[in-house]
């Protein structure tokens, strides 16, 4: 897997480019701009409030240590999705990676969306990740199709688990995709290498 062949510019289907590339701490003021311009209907099942600055303290914390990746995608210079990678390094779940994706109202439906997508599993796969999953709502249905076009399945329904920003309960869906396979074809390929993975 060529994973990280970051930066590099993708072409949307209103023919525009859109530059996608890893996140830094200096990215995060602009981050910070791009959630707080989403519209309330939008952050309304969102796992935090990433409009304030202690999330983005704490989602700088997890850049510099790994336990977050996260690639910005703009057009015009501007930022008009991201997507992140929220991985543990300790405990039962290590071998797992939980994507959260976002793209800007204006810019959907161009193709951003998957693209952003396709490099985060990319590097999710990359890091060692067995497991890559992502937590939405039925409402949800561009990133059900998202998640659906690159091997995501619906893998637990989980009634009643979310709270939204108006507190009103709504059922999770967890859609998972396993890329354990992934590793192992790359394995039996190269005998004796083994880049740095999740110990299992
Ligand atoms: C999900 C999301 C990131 C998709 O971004 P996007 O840039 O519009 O996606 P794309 O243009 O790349 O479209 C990807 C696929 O979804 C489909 N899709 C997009 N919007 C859709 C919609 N409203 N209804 C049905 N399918 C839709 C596209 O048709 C495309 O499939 P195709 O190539 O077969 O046509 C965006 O809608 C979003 O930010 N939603 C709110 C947050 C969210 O749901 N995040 C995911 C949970 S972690």
């Known amino acids: 897997m060529d994973a990280l062949d970051l930066p590099c510019i993708v072409h949307l289907k209103n023919g525009k480019g859109a530059t996608l590339s890893l996140a830094t701490a200096g990215d995060g003021t602009a981050l910070l701009s791009f959630y707080r311009a989403m519209p309330e209907e939008d952050r309304l099942v969102l796992k935090e409030d990433v409009t304030t600055a202690d999330w983005l303290d704490r989602f700088l914390q997890k850049l510099s240590s790994g336990e977050a990746i996260s690639i910005i995608g703009k057009v015009g210079g501007e930022i008009r999705g991201e997507a992140t990678l929220h991985r543990t390094f300790h405990g039962w779940s290590r071998h797992v ?8 109202r204006a810019a959907r439906g161009q193709g951003l969306g998957l693209e952003l997508a396709r490099q985060i599993v990319k590097s999710a796969i990359d890091a060692g990740i067995d497991k890559i999953v992502a937590h939405m709502v039925e409402s ?19 009634p009643g688990h979310v709270t939204d920003i108006h507190g009103k309960r709504r ?14 074809a790359m394995e039996s390929m190269l005998g004796d290498f083994r880049p740095d993975r999740a110990t299992r």
């Open 97 to 104: 990676g939980e994507i959260r994706l976002n793209v800007d």
């Open 171 to 184: 059922d999770l869906l967890i859609y998972a995709n396993d890329v354990s396979h992934i590793w192992s």
């Open 140 to 158: 949800q249905v561009a990133a059900k199709r998202t998640f659906e076009k690159l091997g995501f399945h619906k893998e637990a329904e989980l």
